[in-house]
């Protein structure tokens, strides 16, 4: 399990030098929560929060989007993180957002990434200390980028696959909403999913608990839904984050990593020149 920790080996590595920690949580429009209120209520000790929307592409409309090179390794410079870091990233679900964090990192060329499995509320269950008092001032590290662009499609990458049916498409949000039978939650956006597109809702690779299911198993849901060894993969969400954990499980399966639609149905679905489809086939 190379991309993940238990919450018993990250209570033992607390304090460690070259240790960054981060809070990581995001909730759709719909959910109605703060994540960094919540991240200031009760966090790991010693964790920062990365917020996924503040470290973005602000020159788009479209929500968390990659930011550059250059703009993430400020960003994470001015959080503490260098080239040599060990980072351990978890979220307010369980695995939720946590995965996108991880695969940013991926992208910019950052590989001492993990997940905490099961994230804050298992760290919780098992009585874990939190913490509401505020992280102390970190000191500004110089991160270089190294951008991994095979990590990353666009939607012109996505239309061309429509033709090309190069890579599989996997769709890690909820059946009815891949089906178009249920609304979306960002206005303006219509519903269904990219043509060709395969359903494996993100919930479907976790464990009652939260945790990620074992290698075989992955490998096991994967194979249902079509992907074979060595198979190209883009994994496709609302907005490019639960997509993650789909990429994240591909990893964990020992299967090719594959790449992540960034702009999701957020982008696919709010631009009326792309075509739509719906139902479950």
Known sequence: MAHLVSTEE????????????????????????????????????????????????????????????GAFAAA??????SN?????????????????VWWMFQVFGHGKVKILDGGLPKWQIEGRAVSNEAPAPVQTQRFIPTYHARLVRGAGDMLDNLIQADELVLDARAASRYAG????????????????????????LLNPDGTM??????????????????????????????????????????????????GSWSEWGAREDLEIATGHG
Do not use: N, W
Request: hydrophobic share 45%; proline share 8%.
């Open 10 to 69: 990250l209570a033992g590595l607390i304090g460690t030098p070259g240790l960054v920690i981060f809070d990581a949580s995001f909730y759709l429009p719909t959910e109605g929560h703060d994540a960094a209120a919540l991240y200031r209520q009760a966090h790991i000790p010693g964790a920062l929060f990365f917020d996924i929307d503040a470290i973005s592409d602000h020159a788009t409309d479209l929500p968390h989007m990659l930011p550059s090179p």
């Open 76 to 81: 994470v410079g001015a959080l503490g993180v």
């Open 84 to 100: 040599a870091s060990k980072i351990v990233v978890y979220d307010q679900k369980g695995l939720f957002s946590a995965a996108r």
């Open 181 to 204: 039978e249920a609304p979306e939650p960002r206005a303006g956006v219509r519903a269904g999913h990219i043509p060709g597109a395969i359903s494996l809702p993100f919930g479907e």
């Open 213 to 262: 299911k074992a290698p075989a198993a992955l490998r096991a849901r994967f194979a249902a839904a079509g992907v074979e060894d060595q198979m190209k993969v883009v994994t496709s969400c609302g907005s490019g984050v639960t997509a993650c954990v789909l990429t994240l499980g591909m990893a964990q399966a020992g299967l090719p990593m594959g790449a992540v639609y960034d």
